[in-house]
């Protein structure tokens, strides 16, 4: 009989039960192409543009916002180093498979597009923001336009005043009509 020493049986590496699971899902599932390719140089991406977008993208994606997802994300992009990759199989719980793989493929092309951009702010933030300034600045106008409109037809107070009193009678009729019934 041979001495097989004082120790018998597998070691943990030998043994496929207890394999290494983040291992296993890195070579199952799919990513979007710029995770795979794309290095980010986080000195020239400014992230606090970019947290607000992750924000309203995580909402729009849950159907509702929540801090713990939206704080879980910001946490590991705070990391020193950043794998795309298993930032995916992590939020692969709160957003399911397809969701995080969209979600990621979108964040990693807007860290792209910053870290490209001289000011550390995607190109395609500062065009929605253009489009949200003109779209505000469309409104007030129509809002002083159209309180001009009611300045210019306010100088008939007594239509007006007739006006409210009939539509307070017809109310007043209606309300007793339902009373005495």
Request: charge should be positive; avoid cysteine.
């Amino acid at each position: 009989m041979a001495d097989a020493g004082f120790f018998r049986g597998t070691t943990a590496d030998q043994d496929n039960r207890f394999s290494d699971k983040e291992k296993k899902l890195l070579k199952q599932m799919k990513f979007e192409e710029p995770l795979l390719t794309t290095k980010i140089e986080w000195s020239k991406v400014r992230m606090d543009v970019i947290k607000p977008w992750i924000t309203k993208r995580i909402a729009q994606l849950l159907g509702m916002e929540d801090d713990v997802v939206t704080e879980f994300i910001f946490n590991q992009l705070d990391e020193e180093d950043v794998d795309p990759r298993k930032m995916q199989i992590n939020l692969t719980g709160f957003l399911n498979g397809k969701n995080a793989r969209v979600f990621m493929g979108e964040l990693w092309r807007m860290l792209d597009a910053a870290q490209k951009s001289d000011r550390g702010i995607p190109q395609e933030l500062i065009d929605s923001k253009k489009e949200e300034m003109r779209s505000r600045q469309d409104e007030d106008t129509r809002l002083q336009e159209s309180l001009k409109r009611l300045a210019a037809g306010d100088d008939s107070p007594a239509q007006g005043a007739g006006a409210t009193s009939r539509s307070r009678r017809h109310r007043s009729r209606s309300r007793s009509r339902s009373r005495s019934r």
